[in-house]
C-alpha cells in the first residue's frame, strides 16, 4: 500500500500562492493515479484535480483550472499543487489521494495540511 504525506500548508494573504507536496512511498507508483481534494469547515469533500503518473497528464475542477497547477516529479516520488491567485474560499485542508491502478477509487489518503487564505 501507498503511502503519502501532504506538506506545504500555511496561511497566506488573498492573491498570494503557496505550492502543496504529496510525497509517496511503499511502492512505485508508476502507474497510479493521484489526486488533491480539499475540505472546508461544514463542506463536503471536493475533488481539485488529478495527474496520471505514467502520463503525466492532468485534469481538473472547473472552480480551479485556471489558478491551480498539478504536476509530479519522478525523481522525488513528489506529487505538486502550485496555487496561485488564492481567495478566502480557497481556505480548506487539502489532501492528497491515490488509485491503485486497477483500483477505480481512490484507495490511499494522507493526512492532510491546512491552507488559510486571509483577506
Known amino acids: 500500500q501507498v503511502q503519502l504525506a501532504e506538506s506545504g500548508g500555511g496561511l497566506v494573504q488573498a492573491g498570494g500562492s503557496l505550492r502543496l507536496s504529496c510525497e509517496t512511498s511503499g511502492r512505485t507508483v508508476r502507474n497510479y493515479v493521484i489526486g488533491w481534494f480539499r475540505q472546508a469547515p461544514g463542506k463536503e469533500r471536493e475533488f481539485l484535480a488529478h495527474i496520471t503518473w505514467s502520463a503525466g497528464s492532468a485534469y481538473y475542477a472547473d472552480s480551479v483550472k485556471d489558478r491551480f497547477t498539478i504536476a509530479r516529479d519522478n525523481a522525488a516520488n513528489t506529487v505538486y499543487l502550485q496555487m496561485n491567485s488564492l481567495k478566502p474560499e480557497d481556505t480548506a485542508v487539502y489532501y492528497c489521494?491515490?488509485?491503485?491502478?486497477?483500483?477505480?477509487?481512490?484507495?490511499?489518503w494522507g493526512q492532510g495540511t491546512q491552507v488559510t487564505v486571509s483577506s
Open positions: 489521494a491515490a488509485v491503485p491502478p486497477g483500483s477505480g477509487t481512490w484507495g490511499a
